[in-house]
Nanobody, 121 residues
Framework: QVQLRESGGGQVLDGDTLTLSCAAS????????MAWFRQPPGKAREFVAS?????VVKDSLQDRLSISRSDNGNTVHLLIDNVKPDDTAVYYC?????????????????WGQGIQVTVSS
């Protein structure tokens, strides 16, 4: 059974560095694209970053965000520097059977349950 489990969320202060992790289990994800999406309060889910052989990051976050994965491909990390209140959202990890990155949520086959991140000033 495939499972994606996010960790590292919670309350953070404006200006802090946030690190989220996603642990995938149930099969090897070495050749799969993995991604992070987020859903701010009252808004639609939006793409944050994706990683496979290459990386794609949301334009507005490129100067503050990095995505990486473990050598075995089954853990993906998301780091956001200088977090702001607008980063408050539920963050979701996703995995795609195709090895190609995508910014579209509908392209992903597996999803984590999401983890709340709240940035306070």
């Amino acid at each position: 059974q495939v499972q994606l489990r996010e960790s590292g969320g919670g309350q953070v202060l404006d200006g802090d560095t946030l690190t989220l992790s996603c642990a995938a289990s149930g099969r090897s994800f070495s050749y799969y694209a993995m991604a992070w999406f987020r859903q701010p309060p009252g808004k639609a889910r939006e793409f944050v970053a994706s990683i496979a052989g290459n990386r794609v990051v949301k334009d507005s976050l490129q100067d503050r965000l990095s995505i990486s994965r473990s050598d075995n491909g089954n853990t993906v990390h998301l780091l956001i520097d200088n977090v702001k209140p607008d980063d408050t959202a539920v963050y979701y990890c996703a995995a795609r059977l195709s090895g190609a990155v995508s910014i579209k949520a509908e392209d992903y086959d597996f999803w984590g349950q999401g983890i709340q991140v709240t940035v306070s000033s």
